[in-house]
């Protein structure tokens, strides 16, 4: 109840101020559309149920919602679960993928002293890319050397949400003091072991928050992915097809989803951490 | 070398370098610790305790002088398992709970899991911790967890125990239940003790005989034989035997700070 409180105030506020947005918004548009001896009450009426609204009303969006989730079944085109799970997986390949390079960057950056000159320098440039700008490029390149379909948006959604679990990795494979250190030296551990029984187990508390960062950016990446090349399938060609047609409500309900799946995606995450908290009594 | 010898020091120096300025830790530390013996390292904060105890298990290395450990290189002895360390911290891995902290070592020396669970079971009993086996560290109180501390360096069953002030971090009550219980440990084990302390109480209480060191740059000023009778008790601590062997120890500090 304590979290449920809060949350419903902010949810209240939103949709209050969502909904005095929405008269001056579609002001001209329902003026336009009504008869010439149309009342003010009736215009201001009027902007709350606009086919093609500028910015559409909180139950406008809550209808188109639930129309394309339910009324169609989930292999259809026309259902929203149909392109949500299309950019989920793409997303989560990414995640994947930003694991593993994440983590193999960090180990080497960790262990190499050279890497961690010759690396670091990369891996932020490779954050000043803007990803986002290029990616429809980057999928069109893809395109032609024959890779389509999950994989492109995979690779950017990797390349945008890697870089938080790398630096998160890094902290945290470093994190052990020098007195843990010294204890595996007092038993001639080896590096190997070194690393997995001390600096991959301190490490975990620095891998989730960096996942937590990392989670809802790979999602990003598979939307924008899937703007160019008039994909058929996701989230991002509904808001593409929304915005050529000028359906703000497939927009809106697109854009939600979307928000939809970040939450269930940091979820997860929670869910792993506290997996891995309750193998270690609870803390850190 | 007489084969009893476990540690033997010759004109032992060490220099550090740091930011251009250079310290010298030890100077010309000559030393001879024979197997059984619990021998203390007293002196002011700065001196070089942890140095020495330090070039013992070659996490130091010694710019002048000979070190033969179990007549070794420290890093043979090292790679031997042939010393448990005690840092001045718990050093518990907090991600492990006590068992798995004390397992830890034989875990790296690659024993098995039946074997490893038994002698937990056995150190464990030793510093009376079985009940708090499946805690983790974070619920042990500072005693306790340094209490671990010892257990998991007692694990592989070292001859040697190296000891850097273990109860330095703890309040006077505690620190006394642990010296009685150290003392009984070692009678009951048969280890050789080096154990670093700058209490004088704490050296007599437990030692077969106490290194003194001076400060700036550490140098042995004095080592006395503490022959106190083999079974102590706390109220050991008022009986002139006690009291004058501590009176030696307090002059050998201070004979050492008048050199500066
Ligand atoms: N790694 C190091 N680098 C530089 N100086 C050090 C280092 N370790 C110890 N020292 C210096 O050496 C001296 C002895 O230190 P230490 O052995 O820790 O003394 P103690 O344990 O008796 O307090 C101190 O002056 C300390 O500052
Ligand atoms: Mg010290």
């Known amino acids: ?48 149920s606009l086919d093609r609204p500028l910015l559409p009303a909180p139950h406008q969006v809550a209808g188109e919602l639930i129309g394309s989730i339910a009324g169609w079944p989930v292999t259809s085109p026309r259902s929203l679960v149909f392109h949500a799970v299309v950019t989920f997986a793409a997303a989560v390949v990414g995640f994947v993928l930003a694991l593993a390079l994440g983590v193999a960057l960090a180990v080497g950056i960790v262990h190499v002293r050279t890497l961690d000159r010759a690396l670091m320098p990369w891996v932020i440039a490779s954050q000043a890319v803007p990803v986002l700008a290029i990616a429809p490029m980057v999928v069109v390149v893809l395109g032609n050397l024959g890779l389509t379909g999950l994989l492109p948006k995979a690779l950017i959604a990797g390349w945008l949400s890697f870089f938080p679990i790398t630096t998160g990795m890094v902290k945290g494979l ?53 703007l160019p090349t008039g994909a058929q399938a996701g989230l991002g060609a509904r808001l593409l097809a929304g915005s050529y047609y000028g359906q703000t409500l497939q927009i809106w309900a697109a854009l939600f989803m979307a928000a939809v799946l970040a939450v269930l995606a940091v979820a997860a995450v929670d869910l792993a951490q506290a997996v891995m908290l309750s193998r270690r009594g609870g803390r850190l | 070398m007489p084969a009893d010898i476990v540690v033997e020091a010759h004109g032992l120096g060490v220099t550090f370098e740091a930011d251009g300025q250079r310290t010298v830790a030890l100077t010309d530390v000559s030393l001879a610790i024979r197997a059984g013996e619990f021998v203390s ?73 039946a074997q490893r669970q038994a002698r937990a079971a056995r150190v464990l009993d030793l510093v009376g911790l079985t009940e708090f086996r499946r805690r983790f560290p974070w619920q042990l109180s500072g005693g306790m967890q340094q209490r671990v501390s010892i257990a ?68 042995v000023v004095e080592v006395i034989d503490c022959d106190l009778p083999a079974e102590r008790t706390l109220d050991l601590r008022d009986t002139p035997a006690f009291i004058a062997v501590a009176h030696r120890v307090r002059e050998a500090l201070r004979a050492g700070h008048s050199y500066d």
């Open chain 1, 1 to 48: 109840m304590t979290r449920v409180l809060p949350l419903a105030c902010v949810l209240a506020c939103v949709l209050l101020i969502w909904m005095a947005a929405v008269v001056p918004m579609n002001w001209d548009q329902a003026q336009a559309l009504a008869d010439d001896g149309a009342q003010w009450q009736d215009v201001a009426w009027a902007t709350l």
């Open chain 1, 174 to 226: 470093r994190s052990p003091d020098p007195m843990q250190r010294d204890l595996m030296r007092t038993y001639s551990a080896t590096p190997r072991q070194e690393f997995a029984k001390l600096r991959w187990p301190a490490s975990m508390p620095f891998l989730f928050p960096g996942l937590k960062v990392a989670a809802p950016l790979a999602l990003v990446g598979a939307i924008v992915a899937e």
């Open chain 2, 41 to 113: 390292l007293i002196g002011p904060s700065g001196c070089g305790k942890t140095t020495l105890l330090r070039l013992i298990a070659d996490l130091e290395q010694p710019g002048a002088g000979r070190l033969l450990v179990n007549g070794t290189t420290p890093e043979q002895a090292r790679l031997q398992l042939a010393y448990g360390y005690v840092f001045q911290a718990p050093a518990l891995y907090p991600w492990r709970n006590v068992t798995r902290n004390v397992t830890l070592p034989l875990e790296v020396m690659g024993m098995d899991r």
């Open chain 2, 152 to 219: 998991r360096a007692l694990s592989f069953e070292p001859g040697l125990l190296l000891m850097d002030e273990p109860f330095g971090a703890l309040d006077e009550i505690t620190r006394d239940g642990l010296t009685l219980h150290l003392h009984a440990l070692w009678r009951r084990t048969g280890l050789t003790a080096v154990f670093v302390t700058h209490s004088i109480p704490e050296a007599v209480y437990l030692s077969t005989r106490i290194v003194v060191m001076s400060p700036r740059p550490g140098r």
